[in-house]
């Protein structure tokens, strides 16, 4: 691939590095202690353009090709995984759903809201008794008449408790994927219910939630996509889902390599700075190397959507290497930091607490292992 940014790629970085300087780092610390990140910054990202991106102009959308996507998550990411997880799930799991599976009557209904931020998408899939193994979820979906009725309880989902529409996996047919559809649920529904979930070790201030439905009734046209296909819905939104979380990985680990040798080099002990001190070179050059690494593997994925080729398996390389990166970054630079990179005050903890998660959702690295293990080898070890 070219490496070589082209002049709009260029120009959504260096957007969404002024906006983050300006909106978000200022203000990320204490969203964090809140545990509530400014719900102003919805409609702010959406006056930018930033939940749009590679959506049509026609629908809102401020267009772009996946690696301006990238470009603009990482951005944010280096500023606070919860703003950038709030753009990733509203238009990354859902808004990118809607264009890809839709009619034209869910896009126009659904697309100008929530690229514009006036509307906030969540994507339910995982549930309380089903994680990892998302395709036997058992929330139901029973047709009565021009309508389906649901009921079942969903788990630890992003944007629960602000969203205005759920993309909602349940089950109308048999056992496993097959049996799965997906539908776009109003979140004003009568039966719906949403309690946020507090005491998160990291993206404290991200509004993540549990829903329960309780005998919810919509019209059969909210159902996204052919019935008994929920689960491809599912697993064509991770797949590229898994490239923004890798994209706010590299913005995690900038982020603590920013952080590190700043510190480095003002921080003096023994008489002079420790950046002089080889043992700490070795911690900044390590989260260094890890940065570079996520980077062009997360612009792979990219560059292979971009260019119409098939990208799961690179798409699940470039989310486990660049998550477990994150963490290995955070840990790095907080140790550059000692007790001070212990306290609040200063960013490495944070980093950390943050980046801790990205091995966890969206297929735990222990999934993504055996996502690769079977492309490698045709064999499924689930
Ligand atoms: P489990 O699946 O129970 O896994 C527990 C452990 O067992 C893990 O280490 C796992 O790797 C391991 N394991 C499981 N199966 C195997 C196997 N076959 N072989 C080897 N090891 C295995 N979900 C949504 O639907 N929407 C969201 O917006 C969303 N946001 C989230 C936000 C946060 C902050 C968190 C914490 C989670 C979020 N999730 C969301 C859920 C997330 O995707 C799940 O937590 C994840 O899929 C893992 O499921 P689980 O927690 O049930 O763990």
Request: aromatic share 38%; charged share 25%; glycine share 24%.
């Given at each position: 691939m070219n490496l070589e940014l082209s002049e709009e790629q260029v120009a959504a970085k260096a957007l969404a590095r002024d906006f983050t300087e300006r909106e978000v780092i200022p203000n990320a610390a204490a969203w964090d202690r809140a545990e509530s990140v400014d719900r102003a910054i919805v409609k702010k990202l959406g006056a930018v353009g930033f939940l749009g991106l590679t959506i049509g102009e026609q629908y809102g959308g401020s267009g772009g090709d996946h690696l301006a996507y990238c470009l603009v998550t990482e951005e944010l990411g280096r500023g606070d995984s919860s703003v950038r997880g709030i753009v990733s799930v509203s238009l990354g799991l859902v808004a990118k759903s809607i264009a890809h599976w839709g009619s034209e009557e869910q896009k126009r209904a659904w697309l100008p809201r929530l690229t514009s931020g006036e509307a906030v998408g969540c994507f339910g899939l995982t549930e309380p008794g089903v994680g990892s193994d998302a395709a036997n979820l058992a929330t139901r979906a029973v047709r009565d008449g021009d309508s389906y009725v649901l009921t079942g309880s969903k788990m630890f989902i992003t944007n629960g408790t602000w969203a205005d529409v759920v993309l909602l996996f349940a089950r109308t047919g048999g056992p496993g994927h097959r049996g799965v559809s997906a539908f776009l649920v109003p979140t004003d529904l009568p039966g719906l219910t949403r309690r946020e979930i507090h005491g998160k070790l990291g993206l404290r201030g991200q509004a993540t939630a549990e829903l329960v439905l309780d005998g919810v009734r919509i019209p059969a046209g909210a159902m996204l996509g052919p019935e008994g296909r929920g689960f491809s819905v599912a697993m064509s939104a991770l797949a590229k889902g898994r490239m923004s979380v890798a994209a706010g990985c590299v913005g995690i680990a900038q982020a603590c390599l920013d952080a590190a040798v700043g510190y480095a080099g003002e921080r003096e002990q023994f008489g002079a700075p420790i950046a002089g001190r080889q043992l700490v070179q070795e911690l900044l050059a390590d989260i260094a190397v890890d940065v570079d690494a996520a980077r062009m593997l997360t612009w792979r994925v990219a560059d292979l959507i971009d260019r119409g080729l098939p990208f799961a398996t690179e798409s699940s390389v470039a989310k486990l290497f660049a998550s477990e990166a994150a963490v290995r970054c955070a840990n790095n630079a907080l140790q550059v930091f000692g007790?001070?990179?212990?306290?609040?005050?200063?960013p490495a903890g944070k980093l950390l607490r943050d980046a801790r998660v990205m091995t966890l959702y969206e297929g735990t690295t222990q999934i993504h292992k055996l996502l690769i293990g079977r492309a490698l080898t045709g064999v499924s070890a689930f």
């Open positions: 007790g001070y990179g212990y306290i609040d005050e200063y």
